[in-house]
């Protein structure tokens, strides 16, 4: 793990908030904020010119949404990792994050400490979302009026893998419920990203929803 500082930039439209979790960042150890935006735009902008390992954005922003700012980034600064971190946890704003390929969703009245851990954890490449967003999300994916379309680049195996998944099944509970060991649903797990072209088990569930494996 390197020791190098997490760099921070911290995007929020309300002066207070901004500047008010800058300052709780500045002084966590391990932790360097390089700047602070007040709208997607600028964020974007300082984002290019300071080269963060993280983002915190908030959704609601002035000029340029945060939603579209992170798209922005991930295709011209596809290393920093950017963090939603709001008091928004509608349906619509859960998902369009996650299409986005924001390594998380927070909402803003997690603990400082929690923050941080975000911080340090998304540098680390470990996507966090808050467990109301979880919910939003488990009730898009309930909501799914698609019918079940099969894909023949899966097996069926994997097929049920993939809808347990989207039910929010740990591999521990996939493989009870499958009768396999978890060495060989994460092989399987593996396979289904790698086929569909996905990068993690949200946009996994995100794919089932969308192509009816529910």
Do not use: W
């Not at 995007?11 to 908030?17: F, T």
């Amino acid at each position: 793990m390197t020791d190098e500082p997490v760099r921070v930039l911290v995007a929020d439209d309300q002066a207070l908030i901004r500047e008010g979790i800058a300052s709780l960042l500045s002084i966590e150890p391990g932790i360097e904020v390089v700047g602070t935006a007040a709208d997607g735009r600028a964020a974007v902008e300082l984002a290019l010119a300071t080269t963060p390992d993280v983002v915190l954005m908030d959704v609601r922003m002035p000029v340029l949404d945060g939603l579209r700012a992170a798209e922005l980034l991930r295709e011209r600064l596809p290393a920093c990792r950017v963090l939603m971190l709001t008091t928004f946890d509608d349906e619509e704003y859960v998902v369009r994050a996650l299409r986005a390929g924001t390594g998380g969703y927070l909402l803003k009245d997690l603990p400082p400490k929690d923050l941080a851990r975000a911080v340090r954890l998304a540098r680390a490449g470990v996507d966090q979302h808050d467990s109301a967003v979880l919910r939003r999300l488990v009730t898009a994916l309930d909501r799914s009026p698609v019918a079940a379309t099969p894909r023949a680049d899966l097996t069926e195996r994997e097929q049920a893998v993939l809808r347990l998944i989207a039910r929010g099944a740990t591999n521990r509970e996939i493989a009870a419920q499958l009768y396999v060991s978890e060495g060989t649903v994460k092989n399987h797990v593996s396979n289904i990203l790698a086929r569909l072209g996905l990068r993690d088990r949200t946009q996994a569930a995100l794919y089932a929803r969308d192509h009816g494996f529910l």
